[in-house]
C-alpha cells in the first residue's frame, strides 16, 4: 500500500484507485468545480455538461439557490430524527403533494432512487397483505424489459435487465418482466398473485423508451379490474425533466388518455444534487406505511429538505419548466436538419433525449471496431474530447441531460460540437 503525508503530490486517479472501490467504471478525468452548465476539470479545462451529474443537477452546477439554503437552514439546524416533527420536511410535502401532484396524499423521504423504488415495492406488498392476508400471496409486482429501479437487492431483482442480476442470486423473489409497450404480455401477466405494476413513463438507463399512451391505459384498467396498485417510477424523468413536473403528464398530453397512479417515486433532480429520494402516496393507500413498517435515519432532514425545496420553488417560479420545452425544440428542429449514418433517430421526452446510434453504419467508422466499446460509449468519448459531456443509455443510446434553465446559447454550443464529433465519426 502506498503512504504518503499529503494527498496533493498524488494524482486524483491515483488516490481513487488505491483507496476506492473499483465498482464504476470511471471516464479518465477530474473535476474540481462547476458552474452552471460547465465543469473544469483538474487541468484547467472547461466542459459543456449535458450529463449533468446523470439527470441530477436541475439546475446546473453551484446554482445560487441552493448555496444559500445550505448556508442559511446549516446555521439553524443540519439533522433532525425522524422521531419529531420537521417543519422543512412537511413544507417539502405539501409543494410535492400541492404542486407537483396536485393529488391529494402523503409523502415518504429518503435518501436515493433505489431507496425511493423500494419502498413503493414495500408498499404494494403491505398493502396487498393488510387487505388480503398472508394466505392469498399478492405479493408479485410487475415491471418491464430494459427497466432500472436502482442498485438495491431489491432494485435489482425489479429491474428487466438481466446484466444487473449476475452474481447476487438469491435474488429477492416476487417480479415478473413484460416487454416494454406490451399491452398483450402485460394482461397476460397479471394474476392473483399481483401486487402492483410499477414502470418508468420514460426508460432511461433502458435507452430513453417512452411508454406509449396505450400502455398507461391497460395498466390503469388492469389496476381497477384487479384492486392492484399502479405506480410510477420518475427517479429520472420526473421533477421537471420532460417540461412538466410529472413526466407521465408529459407523455400523456394530447392523447385523450388520463391515468392518475396510486404512487410515485423521485430522486436524481428532486434536490438538485443533494441526495435525497421520495414517494408520493395517494390517500386511499397511505394508511400502508404506518409506524413500524418503514423509515430512513437520513430522509427528509432539515437540511435536505430546505434545499430540495429550494430547488423545486425555482424550478416552479422561475420558467425553467417552460425553458425545458423551448429548449427541446431547438434541439429537434437543429437535428433534424443533420444528415449523419451514424444518427438513427432522436427519441425522448423534454430534456431527457437519446440518439440512436446505427450500428451498420458505426463498423464503418474508423477505431470502433478495434476499440472493443459499445457505440454509444465510444461517441461518448469522442464527445468528452470534443469537450461535451454526455452518457450512454445502453449499448446505442448517447443520452443528452442538460439543466433544466440551460440556456439557448448552450445548447447551440452543444449542437455544434456534437455535429462536429458526428461529422469526424463520418469522415467529413
Known amino acids: 500500500m502506498k503512504t504518503s503525508t499529503t494527498t496533493t503530490d498524488i494524482a486524483t486517479t491515483d488516490l481513487m484507485s488505491d483507496y476506492v472501490l473499483g465498482n464504476y467504471g470511471r471516464f479518465p478525468i477530474a473535476f474540481e468545480r462547476g458552474e452552471g452548465s460547465y465543469l473544469w476539470s483538474e487541468e484547467g479545462r472547461r466542459y ?9 443537477c ?25 422521531l419529531y416533527h420537521v417543519r422543512k420536511q412537511a413544507e417539502l410535502a405539501r409543494f410535492v403533494v400541492e404542486t407537483m401532484m396536485g393529488i391529494a396524499g402523503k ?33 408479485e409486482v410487475i415491471t418491464c ?33 413484460v416487454p416494454f409497450n406490451d399491452v398483450d404480455a402485460l394482461r397476460e401477466a397479471v394474476t392473483e398473485k399481483t401486487a402492483a405494476i410499477l414502470f418508468e413513463p420514460v426508460q432511461g438507463e433502458g435507452g430513453i423508451n ?18 392492484i396498485l399502479l405506480m410510477f417510477d420518475e427517479v429520472q424523468c420526473g421533477a421537471g425533466r420532460t417540461g412538466d413536473w410529472c413526466g407521465w403528464r408529459t407523455v400523456l398530453r394530447g392523447s385523450g388518455i388520463n391515468v392518475e397512479p396510486d404512487a410515485v417515486s423521485w430522486a436524481k433532480g428532486f ?33 435536505a429538505s430546505a434545499v430540495a425545496l429550494a430547488v423545486l420553488q425555482e424550478i416552479e417560479s422561475g420558467g425553467v419548466l417552460e425553458n425545458v420545452t423551448v429548449q427541446e425544440n431547438r434541439i429537434r428542429k437543429a437535428v433534424s436538419q443533420w444528415n449523419f449514418p451514424v444518427i438513427k433517430s432522436l427519441r425522448g ?43 450512454p443509455a445502453g449499448e446505442g443510446v448517447v443520452r443528452w441531460l442538460p439543466p433544466l434553465n440551460v440556456s439557448a446559447g448552450e445548447v447551440d454550443e452543444a449542437l455544434a460540437l456534437f455535429e462536429g464529433v458526428l461529422a469526424g465519426l463520418s469522415g467529413r
Not at 453551484?62 to 445550505?70: F, K, Y
Not at 398507461?216 to 379490474?225: C, H, V
Not at 438538485?272 to 395517494?282: D, E, L, N, R, T
Open 48 to 56: 459543456l455538461d449535458f450529463s449533468s451529474g446523470v439527470a441530477v
Open 58 to 82: 436541475s439546475l446546473g452546477h453551484c446554482p445560487g439557490v441552493m448555496q444559500d439554503a445550505l448556508r442559511e437552514q446549516s446555521a439553524k439546524l443540519i439533522h433532525c430524527s425522524n
Open 107 to 139: 409523502v415518504f423521504f429518503c435518501n436515493s432512487g433505489a431507496e425511493a423504488n423500494d419502498a413503493l415495492i414495500k408498499l404494494a406488498r403491505k398493502r396487498a397483505y393488510d387487505k388480503y392476508g398472508p394466505a392469498a400471496g399478492r405479493n
Open 145 to 177: 424489459q430494459q427497466s432500472f429501479h436502482g442498485r438495491t437487492l431489491g432494485g435489482i431483482a425489479a429491474t428487466g435487465q438481466p446484466k444487473v442480476k449476475i452474481g447476487f442470486d438469491p435474488l429477492l423473489p416476487g417480479f415478473l418482466h
Open 210 to 227: 417512452t411508454a406509449t399512451p396505450e400502455f398507461f391505459a391497460a395498466a390503469a384498467a388492469l389496476r381497477d379490474e384487479h384492486d
Open 271 to 303: 434536490a438538485g444534487g443533494f441526495p435525497m429520494g421520495a414517494i408520493w402516496v395517494s390517500d386511499a393507500h397511505a394508511g400502508a406505511l404506518g409506524p413500524g413498517t418503514h423509515g430512513s435515519t437520513f430522509g427528509g432532514t432539515p437540511l
Open 349 to 391: 421526452v423534454g430534456l431527457m433525449l437519446g440518439f440512436v446510434l446505427d450500428p451498420v453504419a458505426m463498423d464503418t467508422v474508423p477505431g470502433f471496431r478495434e476499440s472493443g466499446l459499445t457505440p454509444s460509449l465510444f461517441v461518448v468519448n469522442r464527445a468528452r474530447e470534443a469537450g461535451l459531456l454526455t452518457v
